[in-house]
């Protein structure tokens, strides 16, 4: 296999592996079988933008660090700090305002966060 076709690999594996933790960070709560899984991923996710941010920029995230290492070895270039601001802006066709991209996914995060604690706790209770 070539460079280019493992380059292009790696881009969909991480699209697929990205896009998951995503939608899973957002909805995973509202599964009693997931919500630990899900308390333990958000938190992760929150501390990588905060704690690793303190050293890498604010809002870091290891898979988009990686991913944009294999889109700029495909040749893409001017790629926005955000993955989420991404693929908003490519599966719309609009230029999404990064703050508000920043703000809703702080707020999804935030709202997911307290979510899922809640619910864990309610379990753990019950």
């Given at each position: 296999m070539t460079d280019s076709v493992l380059y292009r690999?790696?881009?969909?594996?991480?699209?697929?592996?990205?896009?998951?933790?995503?939608?899973?960070?957002?909805?995973?709560?509202?599964?009693?079988?997931?919500?630990?899984?899900?308390?333990?991923?958000?938190?992760?996710t929150l501390g990588s933008w905060f704690g690793l941010g303190l050293v890498y920029g604010w809002g870091y995230c290891p898979l988009t660090d990686w991913h944009w290492r294999v889109?700029?070895?495909?040749?893409?270039?001017?790629?926005?700090?955000?993955?989420?601001?991404?693929?908003?802006?490519?599966?719309t066709g609009?230029?999404?305002?990064?703050?508000?991209?920043?703000?809703?996914?702080?707020g999804s995060a935030t709202a997911a966060l307290a979510l899922s604690a809640c619910l864990v706790y309610?379990?753990?209770r019950a």
């Open positions: 690999l790696a881009d969909v594996l991480l699209l697929v592996l990205h896009g998951s933790l995503v939608l899973f960070n957002v909805c995973g709560w509202a599964w009693r079988r997931t919500r630990r899984l899900h308390l333990c991923a958000i938190v992760a889109k700029r070895a495909l040749g893409e270039t001017d790629l926005p700090a955000s993955w989420v601001k991404y693929y908003l802006d490519l599966m609009l230029a999404w305002d990064p703050a508000v991209v920043d703000a809703l996914l702080i309610r379990d753990r």
